[in-house]
């Protein structure tokens, strides 16, 4: 379930707080099992994925991350100016 079909996880992300974004492999298969419309994303994940260390299933064009998993395809904008020093993360959101 996303956080758009539970009203209390999207009243809780609409104040400042982040969901989760939750990817699964089996075999050769990716699949998203739940994405919220705001999440963080550690500075050392986007960093792996610039490098193109990642699943081919996921690209990183700019700021814009796509997971085309086999269930559902997902798209976050990174947001490079909410970086957190103590956290090491970024925010991303969905694109409007």
């Not at 996880?9 to 990817?23: D, M, N, S």
């Not at 996921?58 to 997971?67: A, E, F, N, S, Y």
């Amino acid at each position: 379930m996303g956080s758009f079909e539970d009203p209390t996880r999207t009243a809780a992300l609409e104040h400042g707080k982040h969901g989760h974004c939750i990817i699964r492999r089996e075999g050769d298969t990716i699949t998203v099992t739940d994405a919220d419309p705001t999440v963080l994303i550690s500075a050392e994940l986007v960093d792996e994925f610039t490098a193109g260390n990642r699943a081919p299933e996921v690209t990183l064009d700019g700021d814009v991350l796509t997971i085309n998993a086999a269930n559902r395809r997902v798209v976050y904008v990174i947001d490079r100016r909410s970086y957190d020093a103590h956290t090491r993360c970024y925010v991303m959101r969905w694109p409007d």
